[in-house]
Nanobody, 122 residues
Framework: QVQLVESGGGLAQAGGSLRLSCLAS????????MAWFRQAPGKEREVVGS????????FYADSVKGRFTISRDNAKNTVYLQMNSLKPEDTAVYYC???WGPGTSSNGMNYWGKGTQVTVSS
């Protein structure tokens, strides 16, 4: 069982930056692939990006590629989402997820946080 708690959301201006953190409980954090998803009002949840367990290879959605960076600190049981050059369309609730899926979709992502709101003003 893994519990995930996101933090770091808030209000940013277009062009600004925010860093989200996701703290995971449990001793097996290093075994899980981790991913960030987001859901804007009236839209379906979509994957933002993911990072593999031990190897650390990453995947990004085209909409955030070059602007967002995912990293993880296995010693701190934490995964990060650094968001730069923010756009109003990045406004959404951002969720952290863990699982053995590849993290390119919600398939195989078994554990979810409650989310943190990110609002980008123009």
């Amino acid at each position: 069982q893994v519990q995930l708690v996101e933090s770091g959301g808030g209000l940013a201006q277009a062009g600004g930056s925010l860093r989200l953190s996701c703290l995971a409980s449990g001793r097996t954090f290093v075994d899980y692939n981790m991913a960030w998803f987001r859901q804007a009002p009236g839209k379906e949840r979509e994957v933002v990006g993911s990072i593999r367990n031990r190897g650390g290879s990453t995947f990004y959605a085209d909409s955030v590629k070059g602007r967002f960076t995912i990293s993880r600190d296995n010693a701190k049981n934490t995964v990060y989402l650094q968001m730069n050059s923010l756009k109003p369309e990045d406004t959404a609730v951002y969720y952290c997820a863990a699982g053995w899926g590849p993290g390119t979709s919600s398939n195989g992502m078994n554990y979810w946080g409650k989310g943190t709101q990110v609002t980008v003003s123009s």
